[in-house]
């Protein structure tokens, strides 16, 4: 639920910047603590492997 709060606050909407190369112009991100960090990691990772975490 962290990492889905923390992509909501951003502005403009994290979709619009995702892979750009303006994140220098995203406002309200910050770095996700190590262990939501690397929960979304596998998550994403498990997700393009065509799993459900």
Do not use: F, I, Y
């Not at 403009?12 to 406002?27: D, E, K, M, S």
């Not at 309200?28 to 262990?35: E, K, V, W």
Request: hydrophobic share 45%.
């Amino acid at each position: 639920q962290e990492v889905v709060d923390r992509l909501n606050a951003l502005t403009p909407p994290v979709a619009v910047w995702v892979g750009g190369g303006l994140a220098h112009r995203v406002r309200g991100a910050g770095r996700l603590p190590d262990s939501v960090a690397e929960a979304a990691n596998r998550v994403a990772t498990s997700l393009r492997a065509g799993r459900a975490p």
